[in-house]
């Protein structure tokens, strides 16, 4: 069965303070790894797929890894704007698409 | 291009009523999904649509029924509502081969109440 795993749960950072979110995965045929970012009320924004182990995308602040059984979403120098919840999902061979529980982010000025 | 269109946005119900909700998309995706998200658990799968013609329980079916009626529309029916039920549901669609570089489009949701 699809499993997603994202730890740590919550993450406080002061803004400036560099950090990265896991995502554990277990999934039967990889077709790509989402990262999602969800402010309070909203719906998800999409951030990167990710396809192949080795493979990276970067946007602003943020960059995503994959490795065969984790994703990381890297954090550079945080502002209070990127708080937010990030999701990680996966998608199967089978088109199942899972999503772990997400973690929060809080971000102090 | 509209992309997801989710209705209605907000539904009060009493227990034992029934309602369905509506996903349409108008991107040609081949796979659709029924998501909810109660606080604390992320977004859990209901049921799911691979493909035109077919459909898969998620993680969380009990309760629920699903039609896949044309490759654009997926509809999720509640059939005797209870109060486990309320929370924001959530359609979306993706498309595209396996090595496209493919998202996931979300419907602007739905918040259901059901007392």
């Known amino acids: 069965e699809d499993q997603v795993t994202q730890s740590p749960e919550a993450l406080r950072l002061q803004e400036g303070e560099s950090s990265s979110l896991n995502c554990s995965y277990t999934?039967?045929?990889?077709?790509?790894l989402f990262w999602y970012r969800q402010d309070p009320g909203k719906g998800p924004e999409f951030l990167f797929t990710?396809?192949?182990a080795g493979e990276e995308k970067e946007k602003e602040r943020l960059k995503a890894t994959l490795t065969k059984k984790e994703s990381f979403l890297h954090i550079t120098a945080p502002k209070p704007e990127d708080s937010a919840t990030y999701l990680c999902?996966?998608?199967?061979?089978?088109?199942?698409?899972?999503f772990g529980k997400g973690i929060t982010l809080s971000v102090r000025p | 291009n509209a992309g997801v269109t989710q209705t209605p946005k907000f539904q009060v119900l009493k227990t034992g009523q029934s309602m369905t909700l509506q996903c349409a998309q108008d991107?040609?995706?081949?796979?659709m999904y029924w998501y909810r998200q109660d606080p604390g658990m992320g977004l859990r799968l209901i049921y799911y649509?691979?493909?035109?013609?077919?459909?898969d329980k998620g993680e969380v079916p009990n309760g629920y029924n699903v039609s896949r009626l044309n490759k654009r529309e997926f509809s999720l029916r509640l059939e005797s509502a209870a109060p486990s039920q309320t929370s924001v549901y959530f359609c979306?669609?993706?498309?595209?081969?396996?090595?496209?570089?493919?998202?996931?489009?979300f419907g602007s949701g739905t918040q259901l109440s059901v007392l």
């Open positions: 979306a669609s993706i498309g595209g081969g396996p090595f496209a570089n493919e998202k996931l489009f």
């Open positions: 999902a996966v998608r199967g061979a089978n088109s199942k698409l899972t």
């Open positions: 649509s691979a493909s035109e013609g077919t459909t």
């Open positions: 999934v039967s045929g990889l077709r790509g």
């Open positions: 990710l396809y192949s």
């Open positions: 991107m040609n995706h081949n796979s």
